[in-house]
Nanobody, 118 residues
Framework: QAQLVESGGGLVQPGGSLRLSCAAT????????MGWYRQAPGKQRELVAV???????NYADSVKGRFTISRDNANNTLYLQMNSLKPDDTAVYYC????????????WGKGILVTVST
């Protein structure tokens, strides 16, 4: 099981920016997609952004135009650039990698807290 380690979270004021990183401890045999999810207190985990093996991207409507997902294949790292942050963006953010072997295997990071507040 690969280990995914998120970094870059913390406290930021509304309107500010943060860049999350997700480093994998090993490379993957075949990546189907990589993504960021988040879970706010009292809410279900939701998809924030995803990037596929063909580099197509998709975003939750709530973050379109503000967040950008990208990846560095050479360093097995996934990024999420978050701009114009709002208090509603406060959540624990999780990194996810879908790996295809005989079946699809989901790898998850432990999550990192992002707090948007004055």
């Amino acid at each position: 099981q690969a280990q995914l380690v998120e970094s870059g979270g913390g406290l930021v004021q509304p309107g500010g920016s943060l860049r999350l990183s997700c480093a994998a401890t090993r490379s993957f045999s075949k990546i189907v997609a990589m993504g960021w999810y988040r879970q706010a207190p009292g809410k279900q985990r939701e998809l924030v952004a995803v990037i596929t093996s063909s580099s197509s991207t998709n975003y939750a409507d709530s973050v379109k135009g503000r967040f950008t997902i990208s990846r560095d294949n050479a360093n097995n790292t996934l990024y999420l650039q978050m701009n114009s942050l709002k208090p509603d963006d406060t959540a624990v953010y999780y990194c996810n990698v879908e790996e295809e072997r005989l079946a699809i295997i989901d790898h998850w990071g432990k999550g990192i807290l992002v707090t948007v507040s004055t």
